[in-house]
């Protein structure tokens, strides 16, 4: 008979576990990384009150790719790649801005329409004529979903984001996130460990009650994980009744306004919804945000985001915003010491490999994702870095 974790049916025999400890290190895994689970996945890049403008613009370099989404005159929000059609220079060198009319090449000039199409060339004599569309900016995909802005570099699994999130779109309205705006803009750090190894910890609420004394203060066992269905998690928690013994928490739920818009189950909640393969939207009654991983290399991360307000946000929830803020910052702090740890164990050779809990379900759940997609992390011992592309091409063929 099969337990039930969160109402998902957990067989008695399920596999405890996680990935092998060389998939943390290898070079040529993190290349099958990049084809099978970035380039291929969506990705958030903003939300749409970091475009307000005709002009404004954001980018997002990516596993050897780079992304630009720009506000076009008829408001539209469009995608592509930020490189020249020219040269392959950077359209535009900035994280962000505004272009104005025109997006301007740095490198010889030429010059793109916000819809992408190529406006001209600098001296156009010296070249034949040049169609306006296949000479433009290469777009890439990109869907707003509740606000948030999402690309995708190529075509892959994943359906289009308002399908992907559809199990918990309901839910997640009753935020009225797409109207919120910019606190501090989007953050970038980096840590010294594998992107997978800041997912793990952040894929499991098991550590909260040892490792993250605010978030245990403030939800303690209120706290719980779903798994990875689809490419989708969710995590909840709401207000422990005895909340208060740190300043930062018995302040925040002194104060922190229950919106009368959000229904009862959320108007004292932390909520987490993890995207597959690295990215999470979180709320609570006064914010949302988003943050995600990108790999830098086999042993460093990129890690961004970005926390969003109400427009007519009062002072109260000003203060609980600036309450939660503090809470993240130590559970962030927190996270990232964690996974330092864990990240070292896995180039010892005494490393015998993860044992899962059954509260580490989201942890499984996400390593079966990333296995469906890399069959080689099947493999306990280490392919040679050499055969590794062709033996992972070979295992998927055989489906």
């Not at 749409?48 to 005159?73: C, F, H, I, N, Q």
């Not at 992907?164 to 997640?172: I, K, Y």
Request: proline share 6%; with cysteine; glycine share 8%.
């Amino acid at each position: 008979m099969n337990r039930h974790l969160f109402g998902v049916a957990v067989p008695n025999d399920w596999d405890r576990r996680g990935l092998p400890g060389w998939s943390y290190h290898s070079p040529a895994l993190l290349e099958l990384e990049k084809e099978y689970v970035f380039r291929n996945h969506w990705q958030i890049i903003g939300h749409v009150s970091d475009v307000p403008e005709a002009g404004d613009y954001l980018t997002m370099d990516m596993v050897g790719e780079r992304a630009l989404v720009v506000r076009g005159k008829d408001g539209v929000v469009r995608g592509f790649l930020n490189m020249c059609r020219h040269r392959g220079s950077r359209v535009v060198g900035d994280e962000r801005g505004n272009c104005r009319n025109a997006l301007v090449c740095p490198f010889h000039g030429w010059v793109y329409n916000l819809d992408g199409t190529l406006r001209g060339a600098a001296r156009p004599r010296t070249f034949p004529e040049l169609d306006k569309e296949e000479f433009g900016l290469q777009p890439i995909e990109t869907e707003v979903w509740m606000g948030f802005i999402f690309i995708r570099f190529r075509a892959g699994p994943q359906p289009p984001v308002a399908e992907l999130m559809r199990p918990v779109e309901a839910e997640f309205a009753h935020y009225r996130s797409a109207a919120m705006v910019p606190t501090r803009g989007i953050w970038t750090q980096t840590s010294p460990v594998n992107w997978k190894s800041v997912r793990d910890v952040d894929n499991e609420g098991y550590h909260v009650a040892m490792a993250h004394p605010a978030l245990q203060d403030l939800y303690g066992a209120t706290y719980f994980d779903e798994p990875f269905v689809n490419g989708v998690s969710r995590s909840f928690a709401t207000y422990n009744p005895h909340a208060g013994r740190r300043w930062s928490v018995r302040n925040y739920v002194r104060i922190a306004p229950r919106p009368a818009f959000l229904p009862e189950h959320l108007r004292e909640a932390w909520l987490y919804y993890g995207l597959f393969p690295n990215a999470v939207i979180a709320a609570t009654p006064e914010t949302v945000q988003f943050y995600q991983e990108l790999p830098l290399s086999t042993g460093q991360t990129m890690l961004r985001g970005a926390i969003y307000r109400y427009a007519d946000e009062s002072r109260e929830q000003a203060a609980a915003r600036y309450l939660a803020f503090r809470i993240d910052r130590d559970t962030m702090a927190e996270d990232v010491q964690l996974s330092v740890w864990s990240n070292e164990s896995m180039v010892s050779e005494s490393f015998g490999g993860f044992y899962l809990s059954d509260l580490e379900y989201g942890v499984r759940t996400h390593h079966d994702h990333l296995r469906a997609r890399i069959p080689v992390l099947e493999l306990e011992t280490a392919p040679a870095e050499k055969d590794m592309w062709a033996l992972n091409e070979a295992l998927l063929s055989r489906g």
